[in-house]
């Protein structure tokens, strides 16, 4: 049985000259927590569309559960639980009504889920949805995916419109529940403590590019942050250093293992390495992001920030 | 389940239609008791409140049934679920069009039994003079097809638009354009262009319904095909 619960191969796609996802290879373990991290438009939103047949990739393959998205889209969607970013649901029907549409799609549906989940979040079951708080509308999305008995849980920023005690609550539900039946969550954010408390393995993603995709404890283990002064020092990146920046004679490395060897021949090319320090995620997501200067946002499609010189 | 949802998102217009269509010649009869209007114009207003509440109810339905499943917003939910999109297509499309031939038969039924009661031939009218069964039937095939015509219209443009003033305007744009057109065409060009559910050239009454049928069904099928190639 394929090891992964999604894993996607050079997966593409372009809307006119804008490339939104650019090649991205993803590879999410069947039973972990994925936090797929990225800035509002970096194409989060688009991967995980052609994650679920939603739109069609303009190159590359994507499996879902060991499946091709493409040729067996039912058989995903039957084992895959999804939150989409907007979390519209039917505005006339009451959240009992949704979990009374919902339940027959589903042969795995879990009623004793929906009474958990009911009572856990709070949710006034018998409310007109387009009554609900964005909270609760929220809340409505979460427990139909939980109540699915998926394999697979594909939230796109699930704790939008939560309060923090919500968002608590929603954290320690995937980690403990979903993670104890061995159920993958792929999840979209922005919000690093989040993703942080969670998830096992990130990946970031940036002008439909994804940068990096690594566990977490090895980000906290080997990732360090290396400034050194000298002359014609790397400059390159590699599978070793992620990242560089330079200002006169003056890099800064953001190096993914092997710091100390790195440092050691920085030092014998003559560099003076004035720093070296252990990251968490949030300075390496800035970090990685940052140093993409061509557009004002995370989307591949923004206008371009003009230098002085331009006008 | 995904039945009893469409079920649920057209019951108020269906019932509001059922209840009209069921008392609205008993009421006439009643008030026009002892004129003589009934007799004279029974038939004749029967059949147009036949047509009438049949344009209604396939506008309404069409455009109730698709405006929400096929909204921007929801379309996400729809589609994540493990279903082809042409289940969802078709299954709209079903509800509303079990509903739409409820609402025409009782409309019907009920019609011919208060003519029955107060008349003492419901084969005559003024308008219609003396008609034969055979007519009345060729009448009332000819505005079941206009309705499902309208009803599949409306319920491919909703759907395409995702939008439900969207796909009723577009929709009655087209049903009552076309009649102007085809006069135009006539006109300037001496073109006959086919009305819904008349007699298209030469061709027998069966043929021509049978592809008036077709032809409604093949809107539903568009939507569908374009629904599936769809991005989200």
Redesign the interface.
């Known amino acids: 049985m394929n090891e992964l619960a999604i894993g996607s191969d050079n997966l593409a796609k372009t809307y006119g000259n804008i490339r939104a996802v650019d090649g991205i290879n993803l590879n999410v373990r069947r039973g972990a927590i994925y936090g797929f991290l990225g800035r509002n438009g970096a194409g989060k939103t688009t991967t995980i ?1 052609m994650l ?1 047949g ?3 990739p303009t190159a590359g393959s994507v499996h879902v559960l060991g499946m091709d998205v493409l040729s067996h889209r ?2 995903i ?2 084992r ?1 639980a ?1 939150v ?1 970013e ?1 979390k ?6 009451t959240p009992s ?1 949704l979990v ?7 042969p795995t549906w879990s009623d004793h889920a929906v009474e958990k989940y009911a009572r856990l979040f709070e949710i006034p079951m018998k409310q007109r949805f387009e009554k609900l708080s964005n909270g609760n509308q929220t809340k409505v999305s979460l427990l139909l995916a939980l109540s699915q008995g998926a394999d697979l849980l594909i939230l796109d920023e699930p704790t939008t419109a939560l309060d923090p005690v919500s968002v608590d609550q929603l954290l320690h539900v995937l980690a403990e529940d979903a993670g104890d039946r061995g159920c993958a969550i792929f999840f979209s954010s922005h919000q690093l403590e989040e993703v942080e408390q969670i998830a096992e393995n990130v990946g970031i993603i940036e002008h439909g590019k994804l940068l990096i995709e690594s566990r977490l404890d090895d980000i906290k283990t080997h990732f360090r942050l290396i400034t050194a002064a000298g002359n014609a020092l790397p400059s390159q990146t590699s599978p070793q250093i992620l990242s560089v920046d330079t200002e006169g004679n003056f890099y800064r490395y953001l190096v993914t293992k092997d710091a100390e060897g790195f440092a050691a021949d920085l030092s014998q090319n003559g560099a003076i390495v004035t720093n070296m320090i252990p990251l968490g995620l949030r300075e390496i997501f800035l970090q990685l992001v940052r140093k993409e200067q061509v557009c004002t946002s995370g989307n591949a499609g923004a206008t371009p920030v003009l230098s002085s010189s331009s006008f | ?2 039945f ?2 469409c079920w ?2 057209t019951r108020s217009l269906f019932f509001i239609l059922l209840i009209i269509a069921a008392v609205i010649m008993p009421v006439a009869a009643v008030v026009c008791v002892g004129t003589g209007l009934l007799e004279e114009f029974g038939l004749s207003a029967g059949l147009s409140m036949f047509g009438l509440l049949g344009m209604i109810a396939a506008l309404g339905l069409g455009v109730l049934g698709a405006s ?1 499943e096929f909204a921007e ?2 379309v ?2 729809l ?6 999109r042409a289940y969802f297509v078709w299954a709209g499309w079903a509800v509303g069009c079990i509903e739409l031939l409820l609402i025409a038969l009782v409309n019907l039924l009920v019609g011919w039994v208060t003519l029955s009661r107060y008349t003492a031939n419901p084969f005559h009218s003024t308008l219609f003079g003396s008609v034969t069964a055979q007519q009345i039937v060729d009448n009332i095939v000819g505005g079941l097809i206009l309705f499902l015509f309208v009803y599949c219209l409306t319920y491919a443009l909703t759907a395409l638009l995702r939008n439900g003033l969207k796909g009723l305007g577009a929709s009655m744009g087209i049903v009552f354009g076309l009649p102007f057109f085809a006069v135009v065409t006539r006109w300037r060009w001496k073109i006959d262009v086919p009305i819904p559910a008349n007699h298209i050239g030469t061709l027998p009454v069966m043929i021509s319904n049978v592809i008036w049928i077709l032809v409604a069904l093949l809107f539903v099928f568009a939507a569908q095909l374009v629904v599936e190639r769809s ?2």
Do not use: N, V
């Open positions: 569309k679920l939603l739109s069609h039912m058989a969607l039957q895959t999804f989409s907007k519209t649901l039917y505005a006339s029907l009504e009374r549409l919902s339940r027959g799609f589903y | 389940m995904y009893w949802k649920r998102d929400e917003k929801t996400q939910f589609f994540t679920k493990p279903r082809t991005e989200i």
